[in-house]
């Protein structure tokens, strides 16, 4: 395991997270993740998708060096994982799962507690932590107690907790797990805000489809420990098929399959009756193009409708399931209940 | 779960990420990053006043925990009464006096019970150390911890020294309880006290570490209760805390003398009371500082292979 860091070839940015063939298993036998490999561009927001169990936890645990690979390597930031745990430490934020944050003390207190385990003076973290606390806009409720919080004012205290020490990258482990609606929209504003505003790298677990969906640039699919597929969000909704166009046209002659396949985005064309149903790929630069094509043979377009397939299916299609609640270890299933339930506090 | 609408969230993500890559925002999240302590000692001082801050603003838990030297003090070293023992063998004042002097090193056995007492919450206080540990891993603080770069051994050294010092404060509040109700006082000196207080903080600092290591690896209370039962009571009464060591049979003898608790209070006696000693103050000195470098190193060193797994 030789250190890779510094000497980047030219041209080619250094990615900010390197992992290969990385494996976990538990007494030699349970494998949590059943080596993985991938690499994470800075800036970027990555998600690793999959269901409870799937290995997206562990994943982060031994990227965040609370739990040591049983075989592979991870570079993060430039450092082995587990050769140079404390720089990888230093380097990254986090915000875990579980609520972590003391209850028994202020919100300010718990940010500037984290900030004294990263070793930063006093004299630099008290104005940051202020700062932060802005950010999340959590000032108003920052001198009062944990416990006093909701759900979402917790999580974002966690936010705010993970960047305490200036991160180049940021892992969030199921950032909304059991956040309602409202809490969750405004958690993905912070998300976005870090990512657009701060550029920071984003490297994210979540079992929620429209999550992975909304804010991440790349996904990688993970279903029992072993990656699937990686690819932007669109990419993996176009592997299932691409997009699918219905054109209602109102005269039965003459045919106009043959011309619309002629449409360079369009795959296939399928007739009944007075409906056309087109496989296209980008669906809203090809509809246009087919209403031209309808219209200069003289012919009216009754209806149309344009349905684009959804991450739902691109998982469906991948791991021959839906993503659905599933029965992991009783252990894990009872913190993440106890997180939920602390969520909606 | 499906999606609401996909091509809703695609458009907002491709105008967004359009508008915004040119520019770069040097502001809160990433400045110039000031320079971290890297000592292997950062974070310990935070982290024991952490634990400290519960312990302080909590009252009742203070005061719950000065109850049960009160009941052994007040009913059972009033109860427990020698001198009513011995008077009614016929034995004259000066005879009795003796017994007491030669059995206890003292005449009041209310006296003797007492320095057993500040051991005796030492020894509770340390064996709930574990417990802190627990319910850190349980809530996830350990983890936030352990994801940040303070060293695993000052993880532990904090849930050591917080105890410790919770030790200490309740051992004095125990001290002066027990001069309100009685206790001789006609011994005590400024150094003696000191003295004494040492001892039993290393006793504390000692008895702590065993408990948190026991408690690294550990995620339910349970199991840690079953601990504290199984080595509390034992090493309270197996120990010179209730009654001098030379009354017990022989084979119980062995067993307190290798009980560090024993030395610990043999040497606050000595300090506190006056009292002969079975051991010199060198050698109650020396046990207990050994036994708590010894175990203090045993936790550090556990704590980097059982906080990382």
């Given at each position: 395991m030789e250190m890779i860091t510094e000497g980047t070839p030219m041209g080619r940015a250094e990615p900010i997270i390197r992992v290969e063939n990385l494996a976990k298993s538990y007494d030699g036998k349970t494998k949590a993740v059943d080596g993985v490999s991938f690499e994470v561009k800075e800036g970027e927001v990555f998600g690793f998708l999959g269901p409870n169990g799937a290995g997206k936890s562990t994943t982060i645990k031994m990227l965040t060096t609370l739990l040591v690979p049983s075989s592979g390597h991870a570079i993060v930031c430039g450092y082995d994982v587990h050769k140079q745990a404390n720089d990888v430490r230093r380097s990254v934020g986090i915000v875990p799962q579980d609520y972590t944050a003391d209850e028994d003390m202020t919100g300010l207190a718990n940010i500037l507690l984290c900030a004294d385990l990263y070793g930063l003076p006093r004299s630099d973290s008290k104005p940051h932590a202020e700062?932060?606390?802005?950010?999340?806009?959590?000032?108003?409720?920052?001198?009062?107690?944990?416990?006093?919080?909701?759900?979402?004012?917790?999580?974002?205290?966690?936010?705010?907790?993970?960047?305490?020490?200036?991160?180049r990258l940021l892992f969030l482990d199921e950032p909304t797990l059991g956040l309602d609606v409202q809490t969750r929209a405004a958690v993905w504003k912070y998300i976005r805000t870090l990512k657009e505003e701060y550029r920071m790298t984003i490297f994210l677990t979540t079992h929620y489809?429209?999550?992975?969906?909304?804010?991440?640039?790349?996904?990688?699919?993970?279903?029992?420990?072993?990656?699937?597929?990686?690819?932007?969000?669109?990419?993996?909704?176009?592997?299932?098929?691409?997009?699918?166009?219905?054109?209602?046209?109102?005269e039965t002659e003459p045919d106009m399959s043959e011309q619309i396949s002629k449409v360079s985005l369009v795959r296939e064309v399928k007739r009944t009756g007075n409906d056309y149903r087109i496989k296209t790929e980008l669906g809203e630069e090809a509809t246009p193009q087919i209403m031209d094509i309808i219209r200069s043979n003289g012919l009216h377009v009754t209806k149309i409708s344009l349905t684009k397939p959804t991450l739902d299916e691109a998982y469906l299609e991948l791991t021959g399931r839906t993503l659905r609640e599933e029965e992991t270890n009783r252990w894990a299933m009872m913190s993440q209940r106890v997180t939920m339930a602390r969520a909606r506090s | 779960m499906s999606s609401p609408n996909p091509s809703d969230t695609n458009l907002t993500r491709t105008t967004t990420v359009q508008e915004t890559m040119p520019a770069q925002k040097a502001s809160a999240a990433q400045r110039v990053v000031p320079r971290m302590d890297t000592s292997p000692l950062h974070g310990l001082w935070a982290?024991?006043?952490?634990?400290?801050?519960?312990?302080?603003?909590?009252?009742?838990?203070?005061?719950?925990?000065?109850?049960?030297?009160?009941?052994?003090?007040?009913?059972?070293?009033?109860?427990?009464?020698?001198?009513?023992?011995?008077?009614?063998?016929?034995?004259?004042?000066?005879?009795?006096?003796?017994?007491?002097l030669s059995t206890f090193g003292t005449t009041s056995y209310f006296s003797f019970l007492s320095v057993g007492m500040l051991a005796s919450i030492i020894l509770f206080t340390a064996a709930f150390?574990?417990?802190?540990?627990?319910?850190?891993?349980?809530?996830?603080?350990?983890?936030?911890?352990?994801?940040?770069?303070?060293?695993?051994?000052?993880?532990?050294?904090s849930k050591v020294l917080q105890s410790g010092i919770r030790a200490l404060i309740q051992s004095g509040m125990v001290l002066l309880i027990a001069v309100v109700l009685g206790m001789d006082t006609s011994a005590f000196s400024v150094l003696g006290i000191l003295g004494a207080f040492t001892l039993l903080f290393l006793m504390g600092f000692a008895l702590s570490s065993l408990f948190v290591t026991l408690a690294l690896r550990s995620s339910d209370w349970q199991t840690q209760?079953?601990?504290?039962?199984?080595?509390?009571?034992?090493l309270l009464f197996a120990s010179n805390a209730l009654f001098p060591t030379k009354i017990m049979p022989a084979w119980l003898q062995d067993?307190?003398?290798?009980?560090?608790?024993?030395?610990a209070i043999d040497g606050a006696r000595q300090l506190l009371l006056g009292s002969p000693g079975t051991n010199s103050l060198v050698v109650d000195f020396g046990v207990i500082t050994i036994f708590a470098v010894v175990l203090t190193s045993v936790g550090v060193v556990m704590s980097w292979k059982l906080l990382s797994k």
């Amino acid at each position: 395991m030789e250190m890779i860091t510094e000497g980047t070839p030219m041209g080619r940015a250094e990615p900010i997270i390197r992992v290969e063939n990385l494996a976990k298993s538990y007494d030699g036998k349970t494998k949590a993740v059943d080596g993985v490999s991938f690499e994470v561009k800075e800036g970027e927001v990555f998600g690793f998708l999959g269901p409870n169990g799937a290995g997206k936890s562990t994943t982060i645990k031994m990227l965040t060096t609370l739990l040591v690979p049983s075989s592979g390597h991870a570079i993060v930031c430039g450092y082995d994982v587990h050769k140079q745990a404390n720089d990888v430490r230093r380097s990254v934020g986090i915000v875990p799962q579980d609520y972590t944050a003391d209850e028994d003390m202020t919100g300010l207190a718990n940010i500037l507690l984290c900030a004294d385990l990263y070793g930063l003076p006093r004299s630099d973290s008290k104005p940051h932590a202020e700062e932060l606390l802005n950010l999340v806009e959590l000032q108003d409720a920052q001198n009062r107690k944990v416990k006093t919080y909701s759900g979402g004012m917790r999580r974002r205290l966690e936010l705010a907790c993970g960047l305490i020490n200036y991160p180049r990258l940021l892992f969030l482990d199921e950032p909304t797990l059991g956040l309602d609606v409202q809490t969750r929209a405004a958690v993905w504003k912070y998300i976005r805000t870090l990512k657009e505003e701060y550029r920071m790298t984003i490297f994210l677990t979540t079992h929620y489809l429209e999550e992975a969906d909304s804010l991440c640039d790349r996904i990688a699919i993970i279903d029992h420990g072993h990656i699937v597929k990686i690819g932007t969000p669109t990419q993996l909704k176009e592997g299932v098929g691409g997009d699918v166009i219905v054109v209602g046209v109102k005269e039965t002659e003459p045919d106009m399959s043959e011309q619309i396949s002629k449409v360079s985005l369009v795959r296939e064309v399928k007739r009944t009756g007075n409906d056309y149903r087109i496989k296209t790929e980008l669906g809203e630069e090809a509809t246009p193009q087919i209403m031209d094509i309808i219209r200069s043979n003289g012919l009216h377009v009754t209806k149309i409708s344009l349905t684009k397939p959804t991450l739902d299916e691109a998982y469906l299609e991948l791991t021959g399931r839906t993503l659905r609640e599933e029965e992991t270890n009783r252990w894990a299933m009872m913190s993440q209940r106890v997180t939920m339930a602390r969520a909606r506090s | 779960m499906s999606s609401p609408n996909p091509s809703d969230t695609n458009l907002t993500r491709t105008t967004t990420v359009q508008e915004t890559m040119p520019a770069q925002k040097a502001s809160a999240a990433q400045r110039v990053v000031p320079r971290m302590d890297t000592s292997p000692l950062h974070g310990l001082w935070a982290l024991t006043v952490r634990d400290l801050r519960k312990w302080y603003t909590n009252p009742y838990q203070l005061l719950i925990s000065l109850i049960q030297p009160i009941v052994w003090l007040g009913i059972f070293g009033k109860a427990l009464n020698f001198t009513s023992f011995i008077s009614a063998s016929g034995a004259t004042v000066a005879q009795q006096q003796q017994i007491l002097l030669s059995t206890f090193g003292t005449t009041s056995y209310f006296s003797f019970l007492s320095v057993g007492m500040l051991a005796s919450i030492i020894l509770f206080t340390a064996a709930f150390s574990g417990m802190s540990v627990v319910f850190d891993r349980r809530f996830g603080f350990l983890n936030k911890a352990l994801s940040t770069p303070v060293s695993r051994g000052a993880v532990v050294v904090s849930k050591v020294l917080q105890s410790g010092i919770r030790a200490l404060i309740q051992s004095g509040m125990v001290l002066l309880i027990a001069v309100v109700l009685g206790m001789d006082t006609s011994a005590f000196s400024v150094l003696g006290i000191l003295g004494a207080f040492t001892l039993l903080f290393l006793m504390g600092f000692a008895l702590s570490s065993l408990f948190v290591t026991l408690a690294l690896r550990s995620s339910d209370w349970q199991t840690q209760m079953a601990i504290i039962n199984l080595l509390n009571l034992p090493l309270l009464f197996a120990s010179n805390a209730l009654f001098p060591t030379k009354i017990m049979p022989a084979w119980l003898q062995d067993v307190v003398k290798l009980n560090p608790v024993s030395y610990a209070i043999d040497g606050a006696r000595q300090l506190l009371l006056g009292s002969p000693g079975t051991n010199s103050l060198v050698v109650d000195f020396g046990v207990i500082t050994i036994f708590a470098v010894v175990l203090t190193s045993v936790g550090v060193v556990m704590s980097w292979k059982l906080l990382s797994k």
